[in-house]
DNA sequence: GATGAATGAGCATTCATTCAT
DNA sequence: TATGAATGAATGCTCATTCAT
């Protein structure tokens, strides 16, 4: 229960040590996985302390209530991500890289997110709680979704402009379109992977990429030669 | 408050008497409607038996308790689809059409569930609280999930058999990616549009099919004429 | 701990017994009790439940929170109050008595409450609670004792007119003056009398109401024959 | 926030080290008012300290615990008191005054505690805690009230003896009875006058001391010519 | 079948108190 | 001496569940 300390000398303070900095960041890490994993009415904020390794009266030090530590885990996650994509869309990937490249490129920097770091679980979380927490979803919607989507609109847009995408597709929906796949899988992983070996079986990640990149770039119909 | 019926005549039991058989008909809707808008905990059974016109009591005369309530929820909606789409493909799709049209014809099927039925809010309802109930989420897989990508399953499989559809393509997973849009962009109806109206915009329906239907068929890149 | 119903027939049901009129009476006096004894945050809703003879949650089928119970309590102590003294004072005393008998009759009748009824420990609550609860202090002011002062009030200003009070007096400030006496006595009774048999001794009421009439009749310098 | 003091020279150690003996009388003063403002229980700690300017966790280097603050902060009052006005009323009066003079000179001197100091406050207070606080009432009572009232009771004997005083007055009775109105004053300006404005009006204080004096010394029948 | 009064376990929140620094 | 992070017991309040009627 204690972490030992296996450092050989003076055996440090440990108990009641002063983490001042340290505290807000465990609290937030702690109620990140248990809201994801249960939701935010399930999630009792003694598990979170217990998960934390303190005791429920230390979270009120660090956020006024249980609405303040969700809000503050949704913000957490969704702060890192201001800005960084657009900034990689444009200095990361060469712009004179084929559109559907440069498109590839970030749905696969997405998946990577979505399928393996806590933004999917966190996903599935603020879908859920939207109607009892609008603001957040709000919130959600105007600083993750919307720049997200933004941003593939403009490769999709750019890529008609050059001739490669068909002028006929609408690109604020098509952008949503081409996402879906993501947001999907990601949901499923954190549904029913986890219950189910089942659905596991047929989410497999490469044949997912596989599958997603051609159906993606050509669609169902085959094409004449 | 409630309408007096002060008629001296045949004095016919109504209010009473007429619902004793809808009475758990009532009780689901009502639970239903509640689940679907405010998640599993944050229902309180005192709103459903208020929302279905009956005392709180009176839920424990037709379900055991609140989860089995929740999954009578879950299988009211799951029951009248088993089978149901199966049989529609086999009878009510000429099985000469051509294997786009048939696909096209059961996405538009279930697009017109998800997006204006119950049915939208129910996948939402049972993502969100799948890990907290695993076996409900086991039968909603089973049930409908599985189920239903197997029917797109066989669809491909028989486009690919006739050389309409990219023999690359893996089955299972092609039919995730198929749906996963009808599936979003019900996911977000009942996330965001409800508390974003500048989410609303974006979701236009007629848009969405066009450019799902489009996208499907030829995929981005354009076609060399 | 179980009330024995010493009735030598039926055993008449007794747990759980629909009381639902009586509960909110029962709620309320123990309330008052407790206030009274204890103020209002030393009172615990687990100790008003508990000496109600129910549980805590019951507390909140009748009353919405902590709050809403203290305010009834002082509710139900001022509303039998009001208006009853005015009407008393019109109708049971002789209009025609001498003014000090009627002023005298009026503080005998409010002793008896002060001193003899919950009606002492509520004024001793209310004035200990009247900053942290302005609204209710302003309700016992308006309700309580500024009809109360009115009364004396006019009784004074009656006696002025018949030349036998002094005019020099004003009539509000003489009868805060008038009725010092009994309220004092009665937050001592609330007080000290309780704690310390020594005060006590000092609060006869035998002699308190002799030394009280003389010296409110006379003054203190002698009279000269 | 704090304002720093960047004088180049002295570099007098002012803020840090000028309190060190203040510091109990501080936390005194601070927990006085607020105790009095707000009651014992709704007074917390965390707010004395602030008021005192320093931190929760020192108030327990001076006193115990809340209630020996508490105790502290009563005492605190009571200490200057004690044989303060008996000294007052054997020097600084003539003894050769008159009976009903010395008398309210005394009643003066304490209507000025009363009213103007936190004397006054600390009456209620001490009053509302009496019967959570058996200890701390049988201590005020003893050490402010019994001597008090025997200052009174002597000043009264004395009366009576130069046969000033009418000689059926019980000395103890008629102290209490004397005092009332200050007191009662004093409290309802802590309860009602801070809350409400039409009380206050009815509190003028000149108009009291008039009134008081009048009915004191003649009480409330006119004397015959 | 239906009611609704009553229950009691459970949870968020507060705050006096402690203690390592 | 002073700090302030951490504690943990206490308490108001909620709500699923029961049961006498």
Redesign the pocket.
């Known amino acids: 229960m204690e972490a030992v300390t296996n450092e050989g000398e003076a055996a440090p303070?440990k108990?009641?040590?002063?983490?001042?900095e340290a505290?807000p960041q465990e609290l937030l890490d702690a109620a990140m996985a248990l809201f994801i994993e249960r939701g935010y009415a399930a999630?009792?904020?003694?598990d979170v302390a217990k998960r934390a390794g303190?005791?429920?009266?230390?979270i009120?030090?660090y956020y006024a209530?249980?609405?303040a530590l969700f809000t503050a885990v949704v913000e957490q996650v969704i702060a890192p991500l201001l800005g960084e994509d657009e900034q990689w869309l444009t200095e990361g990937v060469p712009s004179d890289a084929a559109p559907f490249d440069r498109l590839w490129l970030l749905l696969e920097r997405w998946g990577e997110r979505l399928f393996h770091t806590p933004l999917g679980g966190l996903a599935k979380l603020v879908m859920a709680e939207a109607s009892n927490f609008p603001e957040m979803a709000t919130v959600y919607h105007d600083r993750v979704i919307h720049p997200a989507m933004a941003l593939v609109e403009r490769v999709i847009i750019d890529g008609q402009k050059r001739g490669v995408f068909p002028a006929a597709l609408q690109p604020k929906a098509t952008a949503r379109l081409v996402v879906a796949p993501l947001l999907q899988r990601s949901l499923w992983l954190s549904s029913f992977a986890v219950v189910c070996s089942e659905a596991s079986e047929a989410l497999d990640e490469e044949v997912f990429w596989a599958n997603y990149r051609l159906l993606l770039r050509e669609g169902l119909l085959r094409r004449m030669v």
């Open positions: 303070p108990r009641r040590r002063r983490r001042k505290r999630t009792r904020l003694e303190v005791v429920k009266g230390t009120y030090l209530d249980k609405l």
